[in-house]
């Protein structure tokens, strides 16, 4: 036993788990009279925060939601939802934070797989909700916040909270490990997949966001992320961390976009690339002028050289991020480099279109051979899979052991993205292993639109890819074989089909028919269709 071992162990003094709940008290301790949250016309100071968020987690334990019980909640981008981000895990319970674009048939999945207890949702989306939860046994919260929405449940969310104690306890996990959230992701199967996050992770990557993001006290974050999205990339988070304001917005529009950036002095916010496209081609109407730079993140496909340099010219700083549900959000930045802002606007666009280097709490990023598990050479061309490691990695999947096992497999978090390895270090994607088409910011899977469309009585063969889009970044496009004897079937038949079964935002809005390439197995060859999709979307 080294000398250093000896007596020295844990203790409540030198030993505290580590939770992103603890930055709350820490703010409402510091900054007790600073707005900490904008909604419209309403504000909090950090200690109203503090106390609301209190008042809810006491309700919702005197509900009987205690240490390792879901709750669930559906809501945009309101202050119920930060607050929630503090309140269930100052239980020890976990929060499921549903995406807003689902159809009934997957928030009931959701609701049943993830045994929640109580549900939370805005009345906005009632008419998803109501179907949603009649077959589940759980608690519904009204959040009656939205113009004529409709109540789904008995309790609404702000008589619930009055009847809390201002005072109730704020709980630290007993182990940093314990989960803090549950994420439902789509992956390349029908049902989604819920990644499971720990109180510690959650801690880091909100720290690693406040760093890399330059968050300080002086700090104006609006909302045009969802929440929902891996919680907000942990900016729910890591802008109380940093003491800073959120700016809430239940919609992303041009028009409330850009007058909360002029009336509030925004200087960060995040995105997906169609957030940047919506910006530069609102309406001249919708468009506001505004002193400060306002820095904005964004992921997925990398934005191109004209809407750097649109986006630069109405005062916006592009970062290039990437990152996925199972690692909290951002694993990786495209950190800016001496000489960047000199370089002509192709060559500027080329090198942030990288994925980059790892953020701050990532411990390594490499490009491997999925197989040996051996690095590919970092030449800029050699590709193989990014694999990831370190303390912002998910726990795991819920229920889910097998899949576990294959994303973990060789102590590397096998991300599904193929990629190289530039010689200065820099990751850059060059194709998706998994078939994911990642439209306006949301995971499809190519899978689950296939199902719908085999469905179709006239649908002998299909398969579905990712098409380029100016607007979303990635669109699904249908390639479809038709039955010998069906009837005439048009684009528009097909799309409308699928439009009956899912949700809208995952229907394909191209559709081509004849026969599908394959290969010498009977396999069909999604290369070669993914390369016409490129073809149609170029023409």
């Known amino acids: 036993m080294s000398i250093f071992d000896q007596n020295l162990d844990r203790t409540p ?19 007790p009279n600073r707005t900490a949250v904008i909604h419209g016309d309403r504000r909090f100071t950090y200690a109203q925060f503090l106390e609301r968020t209190r008042r809810l987690a006491s309700a919702l334990a005197r509900a009987g ?31 499921c934070s549903i995406n807003i674009r689902l159809d009934a048939v997957a928030v009931g999945f959701i609701l049943r797989h993830s045994e929640s207890k109580v549900v939370l949702t805005d009345t906005e989306f009632a008419k998803v909700m109501r179907p949603a939860v009649s077959d589940v046994k759980l608690l519904v919260i009204d959040i009656d916040d939205a113009p004529g929405g409709e109540r789904v449940g008995s309790v609404e969310y702000e008589d619930f909270v009055a009847t809390g104690d201002p005072a109730h306890p704020v709980l630290l ?36 966001n406040a760093l890399t993001f330059q968050l300080s006290p002086q700090s104006v974050y609006l909302w045009t992320l969802p929440m929902f999205h891996c919680n907000g990339w942990t900016y729910t988070w890591a802008v109380t961390l940093a003491g800073g304001t959120h700016v809430c917005l239940r919609r992303v529009e041009p028009a409330p976009i850009f007058a909360a950036i002029a009336d509030h002095g925004v200087t960060h916010m995040c995105g997906a690339p169609v957030v940047l496209s919506m910006l530069i081609h609102a309406p001249v109407a919708a468009k506001r002028s505004f002193q400060q730079r306002v ?51 192709d060559d500027k666009a080329a090198f942030m279109s990288r994925q980059g280097v790892i ?43 097998t899949a576990t096992g294959e994303a973990f497999a060789g102590g590397w978090f096998h991300t599904g993205d193929l990629a190289v390895m530039h010689p200065d270090g820099y990751v850059e994607i060059k194709d998706r292993a998994k078939d994911i088409i990642i439209s306006g910011g949301e ?51 097909i799309i409308a089909w699928c439009r009956q079964h899912l949700a809208h935002y995952k229907c394909p809005r191209y559709v081509t028919f004849g026969a599908l390439p394959k290969t010498s197995t009977g396999k069909i060859q999604k290369f070669d269709l993914r390369e016409q999709a490129r073809g149609h979307s170029a023409a």
Not at 371 to 396: C, H, I, Q, W, Y
């Open 443 to 493: 995971n499809i899977s190519s899978l689950e639109v296939e199902e719908v469309l085999y469905k179709h009585p006239a649908v002998m063969e299909a398969a579905v890819v990712a098409r380029p889009d100016e607007k979303w970044g990635e669109t699904p496009q249908a390639f479809i074989t038709l039955k010998p004897d069906a009837p005439s079937v048009t684009q528009a038949d």
């Open 65 to 95: 939601v205690g240490k390792g019980d879901t709750v669930s909640i559906m809501a945009p981008n309101t202050p119920q939802m930060l607050e929630a981000h503090y309140a269930v895990p100052m239980l020890g319970a976990v929060l």
């Open 173 to 208: 996990p007993d182990n940093e490990w314990q989960a803090i959230a549950l994420n439902y992701t789509s992956g390349t199967t029908g049902n989604p997949k819920g990644v499971v996050a720990h109180h510690r992770g959650a801690y880091l990557n909100a720290c690693a």
């Open 13 to 31: 003094a030198n030993y505290v788990p580590l939770s992103p709940v603890s930055f709350l008290t820490r703010a409402a301790r510091i900054y």
């Open 295 to 345: 820095k904005i993140a964004t992921g997925g496909a990398a934005p191109p050289s004209t809407v750097i340099a649109q986006m630069e010219a109405m005062g916006f700083a592009v970062t290039h991020l990437y990152g996925l549900t199972e690692t909290y959000g951002p694993s990786t930045v495209c950190l800016w480099q001496p000489g960047l802002d000199e370089m002509p606007i």
């Open 359 to 401: 953020t701050p709490m990532i411990e390594e990023a490499a490009v491997m051979n999925p197989t040996t598990m051996e690095a590919m050479p970092a030449d800029g061309a050699t590709m193989g899979e990014l694999m990831l490691r370190g303390n912002t990695v998910m726990k795991g999947y819920l229920k889910n052991p």
